[in-house]
T-cell receptor
Framework: DADVTQTPRNRITKTGKRIMLECSQT?????MYWYRQDPGLGLRLIYY???????NKGEISDGYSVSRQAQAKFSLSLESAIPNQTALYFC????????????FGEGSWLTVV | AQSVTQPDIHITVSEGASLELRCNYS??????LFWYVQSPGQGLQLLLK??????LVQGIKGFEAEFKRSQSSFNLRKPSVHWSDAAEYFC??????????FGPGTRLSVLP
C-alpha cells in the first residue's frame, strides 16, 4: 500500500461546485502539504500544516481551503470550482526539520468544466 | 526567499548517451537540495539529496548530482541513459524550518 494515499485520483466537476480532495498518510509524519502542478510551472504550494493545530497558507491559497482532521489526514477543498483550477494536485508529507525528504502521493487529476 | 530555475524545459538524448540536467538556486545560506523524478501518471520520487558533506551525491537509478556553491548549481548527471529514464525531473530547494520550492521541471525524452 502507498504511504501517501489520495482520493479521488481523477475527478471531473462543474464550475461552481464544491469538491474535496482527501489525503491520508501512514508514515507518521507531522507535516503535510498540498501542491498544485501545472505544465511549465512546477509544483506550487497551496497549503501546509506542521501539526494538527497548525495550518498555513502557501503561495497560491486563494480559492482553496484545507482541514487537518488528524495527524494522518489532510483534505483540500475547492469551495466553488473554476476552470483555471484544472490541474494535478499532490498531497505530500515530511518529518519536521530541514533536509528531510518530502514523500508524495500519486496525485489527483481535477478537471473543472 | 529561495528560488529554483531549471533552464531546460525539454531535453532529448539517445539511449546510452550521457545526461546532465541543470539546476540553479537562489538562497542566502547553504540550502538543502533535492532532485525528484516524476514518471508519467505517477507521483514524485526522490532521486537524491544534498544537505552537507561531500558535494558529489549519489542517488538511486545510477544518478548523481554535484553541488557547486560558487555557481549556485546542483546539476543532475547520469553516464548512460536508459529508455526507462524518460520522465520529468524536478530540482527543489529547502531550508531549515521552511518549505520546499520546486523548479519548473525538465522533461527528458529518450530516443531508442
Amino acid at each position: 500500500d502507498a504511504d501517501v494515499t489520495q482520493t479521488p485520483r481523477n475527478r471531473i466537476t462543474k464550475t461552481g461546485k464544491r469538491i474535496m480532495l482527501e489525503c491520508s498518510q501512514t508514515k507518521g509524519h507531522d507535516r503535510m502539504y498540498w501542491y498544485r502542478q501545472d505544465p511549465g510551472l512546477g509544483l506550487r504550494l497551496i497549503y501546509y500544516s506542521f501539526d494538527v493545530k497548525d495550518i498555513n497558507k502557501g503561495e497560491i491559497s486563494d480559492g482553496y481551503s484545507v482541514s487537518r482532521q488528524a495527524q494522518a489526514k489532510f483534505s483540500l477543498s475547492l469551495e466553488s470550482a473554476i476552470p483555471n483550477q484544472t490541474a494535478l494536485y499532490f498531497c505530500a508529507t515530511s518529518e519536521a526539520g530541514g533536509g528531510n525528504t518530502i514523500y508524495f502521493g500519486e496525485g489527483s487529476w481535477l478537471t473543472v468544466v | 526567499a529561495q528560488s529554483v530555475t531549471q533552464p531546460d524545459i525539454h531535453i532529448t538524448v539517445s539511449e546510452g548517451a550521457s545526461l546532465e540536467l541543470r539546476c540553479n538556486y537562489s538562497y542566502g545560506a547553504t540550502p538543502y537540495l533535492f532532485w525528484y523524478v516524476q514518471s508519467p501518471g505517477q507521483g514524485l520520487q526522490l532521486l537524491l539529496k544534498y544537505f552537507s558533506g561531500d558535494t558529489l551525491v549519489q542517488g538511486i537509478k545510477g544518478f548523481e548530482a554535484e553541488f557547486k556553491r560558487s555557481q549556485s548549481s546542483f546539476n543532475l548527471r547520469k553516464p548512460s541513459v536508459h529508455w526507462s529514464d524518460a520522465a520529468e525531473y524536478f530540482c527543489a530547494v529547502g531550508a531549515n524550518g521552511q518549505n520546499f520550492v520546486f523548479g519548473p521541471g525538465t522533461r527528458l525524452s529518450v530516443l531508442p
